[in-house]
């Protein structure tokens, strides 16, 4: 039980380390004040900051999930108890972070970094990646807030049927809620919700 607490404030803590941030700045790009969201991610830092700049906060936010699940995994006898808290950690730290007054981004790259960091267990991530690419391109659904939200959810309900460890299929839940709050309370403008068929594009 100790060992799980302090991988999940570990996790949090890695998590608070706005990467977008700190890469951004590193490239001289001025993500924040182009962006209608005002948010710190991988998405912005590719579209306003650049290639490079967009990879490195890819690679980075992924690795703050991956890394503490991962190591936690790899401890001598894992709580599963605890496995849900240390799955949603880096995510919570990364939409409410300690070090950046708790205004935080959408959390998207660490929500697949947490749950490959299960490796060699890629039910839910796997599962993730599919309903991404099917209401990317299938199933077209617009903005990206809901086609977001609507595969976490999705991913969330089919996990607790198909994932062996059912301890992921909570931290999924968790986090698909904090997820989504945070998606819906981004200041932004967005387009009428939308759903369309890939021949009907």
């Given at each position: 039980?100790?060992?799980?607490?302090?991988?999940?404030?570990?996790?949090?803590?890695?998590?608070?380390?706005?990467?977008?941030?700190?890469?951004?700045?590193?490239f001289?790009k001025?993500i924040?004040?182009?962006?209608?969201?005002?948010?710190?991610?991988?998405a912005?830092a590719?579209r306003y900051?650049?290639?490079?700049?967009g990879?490195?906060?890819?690679?980075?936010?992924?690795?703050?999930?991956?890394?503490?699940?991962?190591?936690?995994?790899?401890t001598?006898?894992?709580?599963?108890?605890?496995?849900?808290?240390v799955?949603?950690a880096?995510?919570?730290?990364h939409?409410?972070?300690?070090?950046?007054?708790?205004?935080?981004?959408?959390?998207?790259?660490?929500t697949?970094?947490?749950?490959?960091?299960?490796?060699?267990?890629?039910?839910?991530?796997?599962?993730?990646?599919?309903?991404?690419?099917l209401?990317?391109?299938?199933?077209?659904?617009?903005?990206?807030?809901?086609?977001?939200?609507?595969?976490?959810c999705?991913?969330?309900?089919?996990?607790?049927?198909?994932?062996?460890?059912?301890?992921?299929?909570?931290?999924?839940?968790?986090?698909?809620?904090?997820?989504?709050i945070?998606?819906?309370?981004?200041?932004?403008e967005?387009?009428?919700?939308?759903?369309?068929?890939?021949?009907?594009?």
């Amino acid at each position: 039980m100790l060992t799980g607490l302090f991988f999940a404030v570990s996790g949090y803590l890695l998590g608070s380390i706005l990467f977008a941030s700190i890469i951004s700045k590193l490239f001289h790009k001025d993500i924040i004040s182009k962006s209608p969201d005002k948010n710190y991610g991988t998405a912005n830092a590719f579209r306003y900051g650049g290639v490079l700049c967009g990879a490195l906060t890819l690679l980075c936010d992924m690795g703050k999930g991956f890394l503490p699940v991962f190591i936690y995994m790899h401890t001598e006898n894992p709580s599963e108890v605890m496995l849900p808290i240390v799955l949603v950690a880096p995510v919570i730290g990364h939409i409410l972070p300690i070090f950046s007054k708790f205004k935080g981004g959408k959390a998207i790259a660490v929500t697949f970094g947490s749950l490959a960091g299960m490796w060699p267990n890629w039910t839910t991530v796997l599962t993730l990646c599919f309903f991404f690419i099917l209401f990317m391109t299938l199933i077209k659904i617009t903005p990206h807030c809901y086609c977001t939200i609507i595969s976490y959810c999705c991913t969330t309900l089919v996990s607790f049927f198909i994932e062996p460890v059912k301890a992921v299929s909570i931290g999924m839940l968790m986090i698909t809620i904090a997820c989504s709050i945070k998606m819906l309370s981004v200041p932004e403008e967005r387009e009428k919700f939308d759903v369309r068929w890939l021949w009907k594009h």
